[in-house]
């Protein structure tokens, strides 16, 4: 069973930065396709990144392209999300999720094990 855990969530200003990781253990990490997705409070769970099983490619939600950047390292089983300049309206708990297919999904249909997520909460 694959277990994906979340960290680095907190609170911080508009304008600042903050470095989500995502631990995996249970499978081969290297294997998997690796995303990050975030709920607001009273909205659907949204796509924000997704990163190739090599690190390779990666691709982003318009909302977040230019200040999120997604990132892994298969030595030690884990993925980032890197957000920079944050807007009240990224607040949100942020998940991880592992796919074992290998297409750039952001459908969360797609994804096969979830994280219990982190919260992100930004202040204005």
């Known amino acids: 069973q694959v277990s994906l855990v979340e960290s680095g969530g907190g609170l911080v200003q508009a304008g600042d930065s903050l470095r989500l990781s995502c631990a995996a253990s249970g499978g081969t990490f290297s294997t998997f396709l690796m995303a990050w997705f975030r709920q607001a409070p009273g909205k659907e769970r949204e796509f924000v990144a997704v990163v190739s099983r090599s690190g390779g490619n990666t691709a982003y939600a318009d909302s977040v392209k230019g200040r999120f950047t997604i990132s892994r390292d298969n030595a030690k089983n884990t993925v980032y999300l890197q957000m920079n300049s944050l807007k009240p309206e990224d607040a949100a708990v942020y998940y991880c999720?592992?796919?074992?297919?290998?297409?750039?999904?952001?459908?969360?249909?797609?994804?096969?094990?979830w994280g219990q997520g982190t919260q992100v909460t930004v202040s204005s």
């Open positions: 999720a592992a796919s074992l297919g290998g297409l750039m999904y952001r459908q969360e249909s797609r994804y096969d094990y």
